[in-house]
């Protein structure tokens, strides 16, 4: 089954500094049937003005993963850690008993990044955050840039305190990729730019496809394309 979720009908919040767009219900936004899948809980769409940004705040037992479209995102936690992540590359915080941080769009133009949030395998892990660059993904594939799944042990990713994980790369127009899932598992899809077809059903630029009881995904791109996925457990 594949659920597609437009980018028109989703959450909506606007302010002077945020616009955001939420796939899943929250804050003010509430849709009972948009109440996560599986493990992953929100996905938020956000556009953050220059010189702009969250203020302090805490969370727990949560791994949040953010993934940067345009601009850069700048982090410091209670944990004395700090660091800039920038467009294309991703940043892990790991929640668990408790962390404080904030995330500023330091740059002269407008960040655009996915926030993704992940129930962890068992609450009250050691909270921590860590970053990295991921240069020159190869076009034609997607490469996994976080997972806690058994079957990535050792791969180049940052790690999740979950059985999830995150994949993203690039296709040209005219490429065909498939992707297996695995029984009990499903997967989250987002084109952050361009247009696809996942098993015939087409998604637009920012889309997103809630997709299980699919063995198999043929994801074909209708023009040059960045993908975004997330497979979980459900």
Known sequence: MIDVRRFSSLGRFHNDWLNARHHFSFGSYHDPARQGFGRLVVWNDDEIAAGTGF?????????IVTYIRAGAI????????EGRTE??????????????????NRESEA?????????????????GWSTRPF????????????????GDAGADALPLN?????????????DSITIALAPGRGAYLVPAIGSVSVNG????TRDGAAISGESALVITADEASELVLVDVPL
Request: hydrophobic share 40%; glycine share 12%.
């Open 74 to 81: 700048t982090h410091r936690d209670s944990l004395g850690n």
């Open 201 to 204: 059903t087409k998604l637009a």
């Open 135 to 150: 240069p020159g993904r190869t076009v034609g594939s997607l490469t996994v840039l976080a997972s806690g799944r058994a």
């Open 162 to 174: 979950a059985d999830a994980a995150l994949l993203a790369g690039r296709l040209d127009k005219g």
């Open 87 to 104: 467009a294309g590359d991703v940043q892990v915080m790991h929640a668990g008993t408790g962390i404080v941080h904030a995330e500023y």
């Open 55 to 63: 203020d302090p705040h805490p969370h727990r037992d949560m791994e």
């Open 111 to 127: 960040t655009r990044l996915f926030q993704i949030w992940i129930m962890p395998d068992r609450p009250g892990a050691a909270p």
